[in-house]
């Protein structure tokens, strides 16, 4: 079992930048592909980014539109979501999901370890 922790949501102004992070404590998820997932209230949840094991192979959601940056640190055993520019549409329960497969993956049924996320409230 893998236990994922998202930290670094909160309440921000439209235009602000958060960065979200997401850490494994106790257990490593180096070697594993990680994906950042969001859920807004009445809706479906919604891929928006992946990263590969060793940060090189990157994907986003076609929501994202340029703004958000997924990354990683192995060394850390963290990976991290920079969310920039954040419209009200933002606004979600943001997850990050982690699999012991090297590759990136924008379907959520693919995750076998999931966070209990982070919310991210943006107002106008």
């Known amino acids: 079992q893998v236990r994922l922790v998202e930290s670094g949501g909160g309440l921000v102004q439209a235009g602000d930048s958060l960065r979200l992070s997401c850490a494994a404590p106790?257990?490593?998820?180096?070697?594993?592909?990680v994906g950042w997932f969001r859920q807004a209230p009445g809706k479906e949840r919604e891929f928006v980014a992946s990263?590969?094991?060793?940060?090189?192979?990157?994907s986003y959601g076609d929501s994202v539109d340029g703004r958000f940056i997924i990354s990683r640190d192995n060394a850390e055993n963290t990976v991290s979501l920079r969310v920039n520019s954040l419209k009200p549409e933002d606004t979600a329960v943001y997850y990050c999901?982690?699999?012991?497969?090297?590759?990136?993956?924008?379907?959520?049924?693919?995750?076998?370890?999931w966070g209990q996320g982070t919310r991210v409230t943006v107002s106008s």
């Open positions: 999901a982690t699999r012991p497969n090297p590759s990136t993956s924008s379907s959520s049924s693919d995750y076998l370890y």
């Open positions: 106790g257990r490593t998820f180096i070697g594993w592909g």
């Open positions: 990263i590969n094991w060793s940060g090189t192979i990157v």
